[in-house]
């Protein structure tokens, strides 16, 4: 039996198996034991045949199941489709409920109190801020007040016990000697 769908020349695998089968059964039996004899070459001639008409079944196959695959995917690429237009509905409703839009207004009015909340912080740190400034310039200016007073102390002592007239810096009042000149390496006499 031949099929149409195959290449010429080709058989049916079913028809091939049942002509399988009919050798086998037409076997004689070997007296005294299980075993039956049968046509070997006829068996191996239908097994080539079967052999030859396995591809094109293959092939068949295969092309079934692509067919089968694409239908799959279409399938589900549609499901998607369908789901996310479903989830986009939903998210339309759920904006337009009334809870939402409370919720909306709510986190409004949490947004505004956040920026007072943030400008009260902001000022009460810069004032802060402006009250350490002030401390620190008070600090530094009593500080500076001390360094000069001492300068000048030190300038007094020095221009009264050790040094002569003219050999002192008229910026601090200091020697021209040790202090800042080249000959800074060795000892104020």
């Known amino acids: 039996m031949m099929d149409s769908s195959n290449e010429p ?7 091939l198996l049942e002509r399988l089968e009919e050798v086998i ?16 070459e006829e068996c191996f001639a239908i097994i080539d045949q079967i052999r030859l008409s396995l591809p094109n079944e293959i092939r068949q196959a295969r092309m ?8 799959l995917d279409e ?3 549609r499901a998607e489709q369908i789901v996310k237009m479903a989830e986009n509905e939903a998210q339309e409703r759920v904006r337009d ?3 939402t839009q409370q919720a909306q207004a709510r986190a409004g009015d949490i947004l505004d109190q956040a920026d007072s909340d943030a400008v009260k ?8 801020v402006y009250r350490a400034l ?6 530094l200016e009593s500080l500076t007040s001390q360094v000069r007073n001492g300068i000048h102390s030190l300038r007094t002592s020095r221009e009264t016990s050790e040094f002569p007239a003219g050999q002192m810096d008229d910026t601090y009042n200091r020697p021209t000697r040790g202090w800042g000149s080249e000959d800074d390496d060795r000892p104020i006499e």
Do not use: K
């Not at 902001?122 to 802060?128: F, L, N, S, V």
């Open 9 to 15: 020349g080709s058989m049916d695998i079913l028809y």
């Open 25 to 40: 059964g037409a076997g004689r039996p070997v007296p005294f034991t299980s075993r039956t004899l049968i046509d070997d």
């Open 64 to 71: 079934v199941n692509a067919e089968r695959d694409a239908l």
């Open 75 to 77: 399938a589900r690429a």
């Open 97 to 99: 409920h009334y809870i």
């Open 121 to 128: 912080t902001r000022q009460e740190a810069e004032e802060y």
């Open 134 to 139: 002030v401390e620190l310039d008070q600090h």
